[in-house]
């Protein structure tokens, strides 16, 4: 690594307070930005892209890890600087981009294959994660830092606690991996839970055939009510009956019990039925 001072020091010298309205938890131990880093593995080609670097550790480990090109999107002015000073000790390699990360289509950055390696903001991260799984193929794979329980519902199987909209569409698009926990205690203010690093990397293709859009409405209406019988839960959808007959899915069915691959047939059939 380039000679930085210490993420402490840097912090003190820019004001470099968390603020709880754009959701920052600072990571100051190398150890766990370095072990992030390399879990996304070769980063010698192509492009990595960091939401809301802060102080900069995540970006100082992934170019010792050998990154080529980082882009940073920050919207804190305050990190804006210290990301310079980063940029100026790895000359060429690191690009920042002061924005917003909501009004961003990463998609879009850099040269394949792309990346996406973050702490995410906690009050954006599923906002951000659906955005990008919109354009899932444009990544090589995304590895992310969220609250325990988000990861926990990214990867619940059927029939589980966990199991809703956001697992069946994450699943549905990408393989999930949950990484390793790291404990609030790592963190700079701590937040009140336990965070876990996750591994998403997007499948060659769906796991079934459906359109995004589709595929929200009808877990919506599922998960809304999870508790109820699907015959009474995807009324808001029109017959809720013949849907599930165009399916084979039985009416007495609770969300929760319908795998990936059954959302999707109710995403086409209710597609069929109203000529898209």
């Not at 994660?129 to 519902?153: N, P, S, T, Y």
Request: with cysteine; proline share 7%.
């Amino acid at each position: 690594m380039a000679e930085l001072p210490p993420l402490r020091e840097v912090i003190a010298r820019h004001g470099l307070d968390a603020r709880k309205s754009l959701g920052q938890h600072f990571l100051f131990d190398l150890n766990l930005t370095g072990r992030i880093a390399r879990a996304a593995g070769d980063l010698s080609v192509g492009s990595v892209i960091e939401i809301g670097p802060g102080p900069g550790g995540l970006t100082r480990a992934l170019l010792d890890a050998g990154a080529r090109h980082v882009i940073a999107i920050e919207r804190d002015d305050r990190a804006i600087a210290i990301q310079n000073e980063i940029a100026e000790a790895f000359p060429g390699r690191l690009e920042i981009m002061a924005a917003d990360a909501m009004a961003i289509d990463a998609a879009g950055l850099g040269e394949t294959p792309r990346r996406i390696v973050a702490n995410l903001p906690y009050n954006i991260s599923t906002a951000l994660l659906l955005g990008w799984l919109k354009r899932a193929e444009a990544f090589e794979r995304l590895i992310l830092m969220f609250q325990k329980e988000v990861v926990d519902r990214l990867a619940a199987p059927p029939r589980s606690d966990h199991y809703g909209r956001l697992s069946v569409i994450t699943q549905w698009l990408c393989e999930v991996r949950p990484l390793f926990n790291v404990d609030r205690r790592a963190f700079t203010p701590p937040p009140a839970v336990t965070s876990t690093v996750v591994e998403l990397v997007p499948r060659s293709e769906p796991l079934a055939p459906a359109r995004f859009a589709t595929l929200e409405r009808v877990t919506a209406a599922a998960f809304g009510q999870r508790r109820k019988m699907l015959r009474s839960s995807l009324k808001s959808l029109g017959d809720a009956e013949e849907l599930l007959e165009r399916t084979g899915l039985a009416p007495t069915a609770r969300a929760e019990e319908i795998p990936v691959e059954g959302f999707c047939a109710l995403a086409r059939a209710l597609d069929e039925r109203q000529g898209s």
